[in-house]
């Protein structure tokens, strides 16, 4: 009778652990800000003025959004009411009864508890492509300076062009900050400012710029890579790297090339 026993909780036991799954397998809740920048191509925009081409196109976004969690409040109050039933005839929102069903197989199959998205939603993660990417380094005009009464009008800020730099799209933000820091002319990632980082497509010419200030952005950007067929090719704006230090060993490496 003991024996019994034994073997009923040794199965349970490996039942459970089968169904936690490996340690850290869980997919990792997405912050507010990336979950408004995976959406944010659609963000504020009138249905009639979105392309049914650029529904398609930028789809896999909202799929990944869903994935990843994120609030549908934030989805609803930021996306046009018609423009969210042209969007989620090809990217639904999850339903109680895709995850009870998803529970169920679970439960008759524990062969598959390894796959728990669908092969379209992992696509997105496996993918990986070459990118090509240009750093224009934009040093602020001088301060405007009153002449004869008036204020001058101030010039723009001089652009200088870097680059192309190639990355694989699966490469670290980590290692994306240090081919940003050789672009900007220097050699170390500390030294440049993140908090004006900012990226768009190269094509078309009047893509919509976007914040790549941390990590959570820099993930964005490779999902919305990640959904183009082709021309993977981008610029990253960025001031030049700053030189406020407070010792001389980060001065030498924070000094441009």
């Known amino acids: 009778m003991n024996s019994s026993r034994l073997v009923v909780l040794t199965s349970l036991g490996c039942a459970l652990a089968l169904l936690a799954g490996p340690a850290?397998?869980?997919?990792?809740?997405?912050?507010?800000?990336?979950?408004?920048?995976?959406?944010?191509?659609?963000?504020?925009?009138?249905?009639?003025?979105?392309?049914?081409?650029?529904?398609?196109?930028?789809?896999?976004?909202?799929?990944?959004?869903?994935?990843?969690?994120?609030?549908?409040?934030?989805?609803?109050?930021?996306?046009?009411?018609?423009?969210?039933?042209?969007?989620?005839?090809?990217?639904?929102?999850?339903?109680?009864?895709?995850?009870?069903?998803?529970?169920?197989?679970?439960?008759?199959?524990?062969?598959?508890?390894?796959?728990?998205?669908?092969?379209?939603?992992?696509?997105?993660?496996?993918?990986?492509?070459?990118?090509?990417?240009?750093?224009?380094v934009e040093t602020p005009p001088p301060p405007p300076v009153r002449v004869a009464g008036r204020m001058t009008k101030p010039p723009g800020p001089k652009i200088t062009v870097r680059g192309p730099f190639s990355f694989q799209s699966n490469i670290s933000y980590a290692d994306f900050l240090l081919i940003v820091a050789k672009g900007v002319g220097t050699r170390s990632a500390n030294c440049i400012i993140r908090a004006e980082m900012q990226w768009r497509f190269d094509r078309p010419a009047n893509a919509a710029k976007r914040p790549v200030t941390n990590e959570e952005g820099y993930e964005a950007m490779i999902t919305m890579i990640l959904t183009k067929s082709k021309d993977y090719a981008i610029t990253v704006s960025i001031p030049p790297p700053t030189k406020h230090v407070d010792d001389v060993v980060s001065f030498v490496m924070c000094a441009t090339s």
């Open 24 to 136: 850290g397998a869980a997919t990792k809740k997405a912050s507010t800000a990336e979950c408004a920048g995976l959406i944010d191509v659609f963000r504020n925009k009138p249905s009639a003025s979105v392309k049914d081409e650029a529904v398609t196109e930028f789809a896999p976004l909202v799929k990944t959004y869903w994935k990843k969690g994120c609030p549908a409040d934030l989805y609803n109050k930021q996306i046009d009411p018609a423009l969210r039933q042209r969007i989620e005839a090809v990217a639904p929102p999850p339903k109680a009864k895709a995850k009870a069903k998803a529970k169920e197989a679970v439960d008759e199959d524990k062969d598959e508890l390894d796959v728990m998205g669908s092969d379209e939603e992992n696509e997105i993660e496996e993918h990986n492509v070459k990118v090509l990417m240009y750093v224009n």
